[in-house]
């Protein structure tokens, strides 16, 4: 999934690049359910014989994926950068496209990258910190109101002397919209990030640093269940709820919007150190010279 949600921030038009690597975490829930639902008709060697059939077959389309235009540009294949970028923009006229890419990668290639280098630069540490955060709130939070409602059933069922059996459903029902929820945001967000803001001359040390962090992260399974047992599963949903509020908060002040900006926009962003009122004046002041221009 890292793979195709950082390969989309590299070919695709900055407008949809979201949009595609949802697609990536839907087909991913879908596979899912398909296993789900062979596996309870048929045995689980019959199942995972079908399943196989489709990681199978993957190795036979990768000669058909193309490099993208970053990549070629680092390698010097001009020639095949501007050929890629012709099919993936449906025109031929790409030039003007294609020499801002090649400046940035100038740029960010002007030394080669090195681990420490997500440490010691401004703009990379930004971006660390960016990758970092909204890691942490993807695996310590879910839906905010689907957890406190979930809170405050279990709270009348286990503090009270009221009968809720008749609404069993509701915590089902919370805990389906929160699953639901988290896969169409935070389970994507993160990941679509990773690819987009760091350079390409860290990306592939951001990708290693960013899986061993959430290695560490998942002790969150542990936190669930010793939280249950001690506690109570009413405080354990309450505390991600609490997760999910600071999450808010993080997403609030500290990420940018990254719809419709190119990666060398997003970089040059991350270098300046620009805040989120810097980033919404700045496209309302371009938006006025559009319609300017237009008029």
């Not at 490099?67 to 070629?72: A, F, G, K, Q, V």
């Not at 760091?198 to 998942?218: L, Q, R, W």
């Not at 997760?243 to 926009?265: A, D, P």
Request: charged share 20%.
């Amino acid at each position: 999934m890292l793979f195709g949600s950082n390969l989309f921030g590299e070919i695709a038009d900055p407008n949809i690049t979201g949009l595609l690597a949802s697609v990536v975490f839907v087909a991913w829930i879908l596979g899912i359910l398909v296993t789900y639902v062979l596996g309870s008709y048929l045995s689980i060697a019959d199942t995972a014989l079908i399943s196989l059939i489709i990681p199978m077959l993957l190795p036979l389309t990768l000669p058909f994926i193309p490099e993208s235009s970053y990549y070629l540009l680092m390698k010097g294949k001009i020639k095949d950068a501007r050929d890629i970028l012709m099919v993936f923009k449906g025109t031929n006229n790409v030039e003007d496209k294609l020499n801002r890419l090649k400046e940035a990668v100038k740029d960010q290639n002007k030394n080669a990258g090195k681990y420490l280098d997500l440490f010691t630069v401004r703009s990379n540490r930004r971006a660390l910190y960016i990758m970092m955060g909204s890691r942490g709130a993807q695996q310590f939070s879910g839906t905010g109101i689907a957890l406190l409602t979930e809170r405050v059933y279990f709270d009348i069922k286990n503090t009270t002397d009221i009968d809720v059996s008749r609404y069993s459903l509701i915590p089902v029902v919370a805990l389906i919209t929160c699953v639901l929820m988290f896969a169409l945001g935070l389970q994507t967000i993160p990941v679509i990030l990773l690819g987009e803001i760091f350079p390409t001359n860290v990306k592939a040390f951001a990708i290693s640093f960013s899986d061993i962090y959430f290695a560490v992260i998942t002790i969150v399974s542990k936190f669930f269940q010793v939280t249950k047992d001690n506690f109570g599963m009413h405080i354990l949903v309450f505390a991600f709820a609490g997760c999910c509020v600071l999450g808010l908060l993080f997403v609030i002040f500290s990420l940018s919007e990254t719809k419709g900006k190119t990666l060398e926009e997003i970089q040059e962003e991350l270098k300046e150190g620009k805040s989120r009122k810097d980033h919404k004046l700045r496209a309302e002041n371009i938006k006025k010279l559009d319609n300017a221009k237009i008029c």
